[in-house]
């Protein structure tokens, strides 16, 4: 059993998530005194890598980590998934996550303040107080249980803050730091608010736009920096570590402090236009009017661009107070196409066989348009093995990108039959690790050295445990082991469901039962957004590169 004291005692507990984050990138920032709080705490804590979940993405290792569950469990692979009416793409939620979560388990214990943890739009009643995070429909806007909060918590939001720029020249990134270090103030502002009035006992809080940075800033952590972005770079992380070492002053010497990363990160070699290649191969097919009347050219690289562009036009032209109906009708037009563009408009599915519907990052997921499963699908249970293999066969052969390994959904998910999972059939390990893929249809080449981004996910991410009773050491952990710590640390039977195991060796003064209890947990009822919500949520994703 656990000491009596770990039980009873008042101690606070810190989660603070810190999404993307890699040792790669933070230990050189602790060398040289960009970071020294986290050094500190490094030095004292028990720390190392953090194998994530696959698929490498947000959205599905958040949900693991508030549901204590992998993706095959909790049923979120990706930020998109199909609309089981309207036949289309729609943006996963927070209803989509089983019931009770890690959050609503720590309120049995105390009073919770969850802030900005993704996956949380839109909030739920816990014990306590939460302000969702991505995506949400308006990144400038709070979203929060209760929802009156939301009023208190608006002012404090800087404008600005919210939408990121795709271009990546000078003038583009300088703006990328602008709305970053923005959204790093209105954090700090919610936070001081939220903290000030209330006794948590937990805050659990994400810094969720250090992925962000990493996107569009890796040529620049890893030594490429032809333009002397670094120290705007550095000054953006010293005041994540300023922000950490305020709330580790509310925590308190005695706290218990976790901190983690969703996955890690490192350098984007190429894009892979898998539905391209696809398209190559005869495995995809496209409708006549898309493939004839230049629609093949929608959302490539130049689309986005030109988007830019005109967006930047137009918006010079209206500081100076002149019309711009024409450049206004344009964007429109190809935010149509980008609505399109997502809902994978322009495939024939009566003659498709697999085609891509995500982003994908060093894993990179292809499905079967299986028959039954797939909205539109054609490939009848009977032909799915044949069809598979074929594809999985054909991919091996690959030689740009060079592919080390194509895994069937059963060799990588607790999975009996493929069929009836909602995980991808087929994922796709490159020998380089730096591939991303995409969804986009008619580029001119099927795999390109050119991207939006120049870093991308890794499935090494990161933890560090903290506190008197921590033993310091280097060890390695799983993204499932975390939650079900926290919340034997905290004094909370781990529920069977949570598939982690409890870091009993990094904390040996506490004694932790073998024994988990049985919590009923409750399968979602998934709702789904309204067309203003879902447009709002698109619109964050498309900015952050996942559309």
């Given at each position: ?44 804590g ?8 696959v ?22 692979y ?9 036949k ?48 949400t ?5 709070a ?5 009156d ?23 583009g990134?300088l703006?990328?730091l ?21 006794d ?10 250090i ?14 920096d032809e ?13 994540v ?53 230049g ?7 130049g ?6 562009i ?5 918006r010079?032209?209206?500081r ?45 997921p292809?499905y ?8 539109h ?30 895994h ?20 796709i ?17 099927a ?25 310091p050491?280097?060890?390695a952990?799983?993204l ?5 710590t ?42 789904y ?19």
């Open positions: 059993m656990m000491r009596a004291l770990n039980r009873t005692n008042k101690r606070r507990t810190l989660i603070f998530g810190i999404d993307g984050g890699t040792w790669d990138v933070i230990e050189p920032l602790m060398k040289r005194g960009v970071m020294p709080c986290l050094a500190q705490l490094n030095e004292q028990a720390w190392g890598d953090l194998v994530s979940v698929p490498v993405n947000s959205a599905a290792a958040w949900s693991s980590i508030l549901t204590g569950m992998p993706p095959e469990k909790h049923g979120i990706d930020f998109f998934s199909w609309h089981p009416v309207k289309k793409r729609t943006s996963v939620n927070a209803t989509w996550l089983p019931r009770p979560t890690l959050l609503d388990l720590l309120g049995q214990t105390g009073r919770v303040l969850a802030l900005k943890i993704p996956m949380t739009y839109p909030p739920w009643p816990i014990s306590g107080k939460m302000v969702s995070g991505l995506p429909p308006d990144d400038e806007s979203f929060t249980y209760p929802s909060l939301a009023a208190e918590l608006n002012p404090l939001i800087e404008k600005g803050s919210a939408y990121r720029a795709r271009e990546l020249n000078r003038e990134r703006l990328i602008r709305q970053l270090k923005a959204a790093q103030r209105s954090l700090e502002r919610m936070t001081d608010h939220l903290l000030k009035d209330a948590y006992q937990t805050c659990f809080v994400v810094a969720r736009d992925d962000e940075l990493q996107h569009f800033f890796w040529d620049v952590l890893s030594g490429k333009f002397g972005y670094r120290p705007l770079v550095d000054e953006y992380f010293r005041s570590d300023q922000y950490l070492a305020r709330m580790l002053d509310w925590a308190g010497e005695d706290a218990r402090v976790i901190l983690l990363s969703d996955h890690g990160f490192g350098p984007v070699e190429g894009v892979w236009h898998l539905n391209d290649w696809l398209r190559q191969k005869g495995f995809l097919s496209l409708i006549d009017d898309y493939e004839n009347k629609d093949s050219t929608e959302l490539s690289f689309i986005r661009v030109s988007y830019a005109r967006r930047r036009v137009l010079q032209m209206k100076l107070g002149m019309k711009g109906s024409a450049l206004e009708r344009s964007l429109e037009a190809l935010k149509m196409r980008s609505q399109r563009y997502t809902d994978l408009g322009g495939i024939d599915w009566h003659g498709t066989l697999a085609y891509v519907g995500n982003v994908g990052e060093e894993w990179l292809v079967i348009n299986l028959q039954g499963r797939e909205p699908g054609i490939v009848t249970p009977e032909r799915y093995e044949s069809v598979r293999e074929d594809l999985r066969q054909t991919l091996d052969k690959s030689e740009e990108p060079a592919v080390l390994a194509v069937r959904a059963e060799e990588i998910f607790d999975i009996e039959d493929p069929k009836n999972s909602t995980a991808p059939d087929l994922l390990e490159t020998i380089s690790s730096a591939v991303q893929s995409d969804f986009g249809l008619g580029n001119s080449k795999y390109e050295s050119i991207g939006n981004r120049n870093g991308c996910h890794r499935r090494q991410g990161m933890f560090l445990l903290a506190g008197p009773d921590v033993a050491q280097q060890d952990a799983h499932l082991d975390i939650p079900a926290i919340l034997a640390w905290q004094g909370c039977q781990v529920p069977r469901h949570f598939c982690g195991r409890v870091l009993q060796e990094c904390i040996p003064e506490v004694t932790f039962s073998d024994t988990r209890t049985t919590v009923e947990s409750t399968a979602a009822e998934k709702e957004l309204s067309e203003e919500e879902e447009a709002g949520v698109r619109q964050k994703l498309e900015s952050l590169g996942y559309l």
